[in-house]
T-cell receptor, first 113, second 112 residues
């Protein structure tokens, strides 16, 4: 079983739709969480960090459920420019020098006119 | 700031050849890392460094070497290229290990 699991999609939605992505992680010691966006043949870029209390950035809302080891990303009022692959990332580093960043394989979103 | 830069953008090698992928950052980040990305799989960590002179292995280190002689540079060496190393390689950096990483544009490597 992969440490970070995402529905690969693709999700095909019309402009203006609301779409939600889910992500589960297997290691309960995970400490920090992120959503990245990756355009075709480009590098990943941070979309937002995910905080325990949930957080919002414009049309994007991220939620974390530590008990269920589940992370979500909600995109409201989808734009054509939201078309990309969304990567769920968890970090279970417990010590400053300890690296343990794990990436999901990504969920592909296509927003259509 | 240029951010994180990588060279070359594309490379084709023959099995058994060696080469070095270059990575540099101008953000004075202590933490740098190398990932590979393969279809259907998440990015997987190859090696990382928490500062000049300090490196450690990630999830898939076999066949790769790294060194960190300066804060800015973190080259990745393929010792004897194999077809299984065909992938897209990303270098990344961050202020600390727990903060988000900034990625370079990637190197697309094909090993024949």
């Amino acid at each position: 079983r992969k440490e970070v699991e995402q529905d690969p999609g693709p999700f095909n939605v019309p402009e203006g739709a609301t779409v939600a992505f889910n992500c589960t992680y297997s290691n309960s010691a995970s400490q920090s969480f992120f959503w990245y966006r990756q355009d075709c043949r480009k590098e990943p870029k941070l979309l937002m960090s995910v905080y325990s209390s949930g957080n919002e950035d414009g049309r994007f809302t991220a939620q974390l459920n530590r008990a269920s080891q589940y992370i979500s990303l909600l995109i409201r009022d989808s734009k054509l420019s939201d078309s990309a692959t969304y990567l769920c990332v968890v970090n279970r580093a417990l010590e400053y020098n300890n690296n343990d960043m794990r990436f999901g394989a990504g969920t592909r979103l296509t927003v259509k006119p | 700031n240029a951010g994180v830069t990588q060279t070359p953008k594309f490379q084709v090698l023959k099995t058994g050849q060696s080469m070095t992928l270059q990575c540099a950052q101008d953000m004075n980040h202590e933490y740098m890392s190398w990932y590979r990305q393969d279809p259907g799989m998440g990015l997987r960590l190859i090696h990382y460094s928490v500062g000049a002179g300090i490196t450690d292995q990630g999830e898939v280190p076999n066949g790769y070497n790294v060194s960190r002689s300066t804060t800015e540079d973190f080259p990745l060496r393929l010792l004897s290229a194999a077809p299984s190393q065909t992938s897209v390689y990303f270098c990344a950096s961050s202020y600390t290990r727990t903060q988000n990483e900034f990625f370079g544009p990637g190197t697309r490597l094909t090993v024949l």
